[in-house]
């Protein structure tokens, strides 16, 4: 949805700022009916987060074939965010290039992990997020308002996933096409598992699988021996191994997925 929007609003608009609020608040749409379903009428969160995805696939798919499509000029056209480059830090050998000469979107990344990483651990609001994940009961009895908590946190992150599914198009210069996030988001989720549930951690988790991602197409351009096929499951086959190997021994928060009654 992310994606879609950014492309769209941001064609019509003529401009990528407008394509990247469009695309939060893409996000905070799916995240809504994440929250109210699955909190206010407590459906099952791996059934309602399957349900989702494949509503914004065939819904985006859809729309694309019929607005986008037709009129690429007027509606999968948008500008895409220019490059900056920090001074100096952008001379760094390795890191300079992939971390300070980068656009908007890469900068405002690096921000939100470091903001959210002290705010889950150094603040308030983190220390009542952190409590309604480990033991909701206890969170309410002394005056945390659980459900309101909830649906603040998953309307947050929702703007967030806007943002990476704005990369896609506004944040990377291409226009928007059927699936074109081709299982991406489930990566994310895998580096959340593997980066142990912390937000440096996932972060670390989904450069290794970034790496492996353009490893494939590295090999592609130099004429590998290995087969194309192979060369494109390559990331999906390492999130595979890495959450094998590491699901038993990661605690997820211990509320994780259950809905909370109160009373």
């Avoid at 985006?60 to 490059?83: E, K, R």
């Avoid at 806007?162 to 928007?176: E, N, P, V």
């Avoid at 951690?201 to 351009?221: E, H, I, N, R, V």
């Avoid at 194309?228 to 390492?238: G, Q």
Wanted: aromatic share 10%; charged share 10%.
């Amino acid at each position: 949805m992310g994606a879609f929007l950014g492309a769209f609003f941001g064609t019509v608009a003529a401009s990528p700022w407008v394509g990247l609020i469009a695309a939060m608040l893409g996000g905070a749409l799916i995240a809504a009916i994440l929250a109210v379903l699955a909190i206010r009428y407590l459906v099952d969160q791996v059934v309602l987060g399957i349900v989702l995805n494949l509503l914004a696939l065939g819904l985006t798919s859809f729309l694309y074939s019929q607005i986008m499509q037709p009129d690429a000029a007027s509606f999968n056209n948008a500008p895409a965010f220019a490059t900056w480059r920090i001074p100096l830090l952008d001379k760094i050998p390795i890191i300079g290039p992939a971390l300070f000469e980068q656009n908007v979107i890469v900068y405002i990344a690096i921000v939100l992990v470091i903001s959210v990483h002290v705010g889950l651990f150094h603040t308030r609001w983190g220390l009542r997020t952190r409590s309604v994940g480990e033991h909701p009961i206890a969170a309410d009895t002394v005056g945390i308002r659980v459900l309101a908590v909830r649906y603040r946190n998953v309307l947050i992150a929702g703007l967030i996933a806007g943002i990476g599914g704005a990369y896609f198009t506004i944040g990377s210069q291409l226009d928007f096409s059927k699936n074109m996030t081709v299982g991406k988001g489930f990566i994310a989720l895998a580096a959340l598992i593997f980066g142990r549930w912390s937000p440096v951690g996932a972060t670390l988790a989904a450069l290794l699988f970034g790496f492996t991602d353009q490893l494939q197409g590295y090999l592609s351009l130099i004429g590998s021996s290995v087969p194309s096929e192979f060369l494109a499951m390559l990331p999906y086959a390492v999130t595979i191994v890495a959450v094998a190997g590491l699901v038993g021994r990661v605690r997820a928060p211990a509320a994780d997925g259950k809905p909370y009654i109160k009373g």
